[in-house]
């Protein structure tokens, strides 16, 4: 099972982790799991960017990005050229490396 990577974040994951999860898990989905409450204010319907996730390594591993996502990730903070919106992203058989942004778009911030 390929391994997750977190990088320390002040709010959802001050330590960093290291997870594992299954090939064709969302990485959104992965982190939900291992009680990191990443935001994803739209359920993961790909509707938003509170799920904006930088992908340090092993970016080539995900599934390919389709025109959607695409198009949301246009909105986020702090968008870089291996962002992901992590409710779309697809964990192939390789290891990653994540970062959560320190913010995200999100105008009224609730838990899940």
Known sequence: MPIIKILPHP??????????APTGT??????LDHDIEIEHACEMSCACTTCHV???EGFESLNEMDENEEDMLDRAWGLEPNSRLSCQAIVG???LTVEI???SINYAKEKH
């Open 101 to 103: 942004p320190k913010y």
């Open 54 to 56: 930088i992908v340090r």
């Open 93 to 95: 058989n390789k290891d």
């Open 26 to 31: 969302s990485i959104c989905e992965a982190l």
């Open 11 to 20: 709010e959802y994951c001050p330590k960093g982790a290291t997870i594992e």
